[in-house]
């Protein structure tokens, strides 16, 4: 394989979450269903484990979301979906090791992440990396807010 044909497959691969983006119903859904089942054992695994997780999924995330636009030909492509691991693992960081809670939160996250209200729009404004990855990360910011209000 070349270099070039490597290089795509690799950036494919990490940002649609090993491939979830590329099924044909509802992809944002199985990358976040991706995160969910990540959660769990991240969480019992400290704070700092968790954190250092999401990290290297959010830079991943930046990293892969702009060239993969690029080969797949789409701004915000729905296949990229390593966006929405990093939005939903914001979303229940810190959540207390309950899969009510958890489930909870997955559905206000998808809510938001689709229905968009202001000012998730904004943070995506653009065409690059950072904003395919904002806006889900300010939905995953304001599905914890929700679940804090909650009592979470």
């Given at each position: 394989?070349?270099?070039?044909r490597?290089h795509?497959?690799?950036?494919?691969?990490?940002?649609?979450?090993?491939?979830?983006?590329?099924f044909?119903?509802?992809?944002g859904?199985?990358?976040?269903?991706a995160?969910?089942?990540?959660?769990?054992?991240?969480?019992?695994?400290g704070?700092?484990?968790?954190?250092?997780?999401?990290?290297?999924?959010?830079?991943?995330?930046?990293?892969?979301?702009?060239?993969?636009?690029?080969?797949?030909?789409?701004?915000?492509?729905?296949?990229?979906?390593?966006?929405?691991?990093?939005?939903?693992?914001?979303?229940l960081?810190?959540?207390?090791?309950?899969?009510?809670?958890?489930?909870?939160?997955?559905?206000?996250?998808?809510?938001?992440?689709?229905?968009?209200?202001?000012?998730?729009?904004?943070f995506?404004?653009?065409?690059?990396?950072?904003?395919?990855?904002?806006?889900?990360?300010?939905?995953?910011?304001?599905?914890?807010?929700?679940?804090?209000?909650l009592?979470?």
């Amino acid at each position: 394989m070349s270099n070039r044909r490597s290089h795509k497959f690799l950036v494919l691969a990490v940002a649609t979450a090993g491939g979830l983006g590329f099924f044909p119903l509802a992809p944002g859904t199985w990358g976040s269903l991706a995160a969910l089942l990540l959660w769990r054992p991240l969480a019992q695994s400290g704070p700092w484990l968790y954190t250092l997780a999401f990290a290297i999924i959010l830079a991943a995330a930046l990293l892969t979301a702009g060239p993969a636009q690029k080969y797949l030909g789409r701004i915000d492509h729905r296949a990229i979906v390593l966006d929405e691991v990093a939005g939903l693992l914001l979303a229940l960081a810190g959540l207390p090791l309950s899969w009510t809670w958890a489930v909870v939160g997955f559905a206000l996250f998808r809510l938001l992440d689709i229905i968009k209200p202001w000012p998730i729009p904004w943070f995506s404004a653009g065409h690059g990396a950072l904003d395919v990855v904002s806006d889900d990360l300010i939905a995953g910011l304001f599905t914890r807010l929700l679940l804090e209000g909650l009592g979470c």
